[in-house]
């Protein structure tokens, strides 16, 4: 058998995902620097000007973004492994971030769920620290703080707000890790990603639904959900007590597991919902359940078509589960 020689490739991607430890102070060696109103030859005032930058070829590059809010909308779309570091004294925390990433485009104004997210991910092998990604739009209609569409994609300790549609886990294997991800309406989303979400802060800004699973046939895809929190946001609207729920179905077969979450929003105690009343959608999903903690939990209702897990039942859903056994290979393990 002939002996594994790894590419330069894998081996540039393989100590920047090592690297990443470390308090994102200082840019990386070779990195593409982002900064405010720099004059600095080479460095680029928005992360859009610092991504189209970079060569379509399937090179390992890495971007540091300096404190700041930048007023855009972002695409990648490179072949070659790219990782994003947004500077932070405490990489493992969201609530220390610095860097911000804003745009107010509706999916109505962009002709898609997709075109108005303020970061779009349209590559695989991608992995973002620490950025607060925002869709500023507020209530009314669809508008999409992160559009993902790639495999193998890691976001870790990065905020991201909206209101309606906040998260579009639209396509590929993603992990979410560390992240605080607030919103109302059906505010994690998407039709056949495969998403893992560990030790998230979920953020209910208003009444509505945390997740809309749109899986429209029976394969592998799921949303999993293992040891996060849902908390009511700061900023949340009046009238939102009773009226949360950890989800209901976009697609036909939805599928997705909460596992170990500690709920302090104002649930409503049925936890799960139908699509709509006359558009119910529930006879082939699978809504699953364990250990979910929280005083409205402890007095719940759940409807016929909610699945409470048993402890070795919900030990089948994990992340390998979630997003393949190969995980390990990609995914920065130390945000578990």
Known sequence: MKAFLPSLAFVLFTFCHAASAAPHTIAPAGAVIVRPNTTVAGEYESLAAAVASLP???????IFIYPGT???QVYISRTGPLSIYGYTHDPYSYAANLVTIQANVTAAQAGSNDASGTLRIHADDVRVYNVNVKNTHGPGTQAIALSQYGS???LYACAFYGYQDTLYASVGTQVYLRNYIQGATDFIFGRSGLAFFGGNTMGVS????VTASGRQSNDS???VFDNNKIILAPDAVNGTEGKVYFGRPWGAFAKVIFKNTVVTAPFNKALWSVWNTNDERTSDIFFGEYNSTGSVVTDASRPSFATLLSESEAAKYTIA???GSDWASWVDASYL
Not at 56 to 62: C, F, H
């Open 321 to 323: 589960s979630a997003v």
């Open 70 to 72: 930048y007023n855009e």
């Open 56 to 62: 379509e070829d399937k090179s390992a590059r890495t």
């Open 221 to 223: 895809g799921s949303y």
């Open 152 to 154: 193998r994609v890691g």
């Open 206 to 209: 208003g009444p509505g639904w």
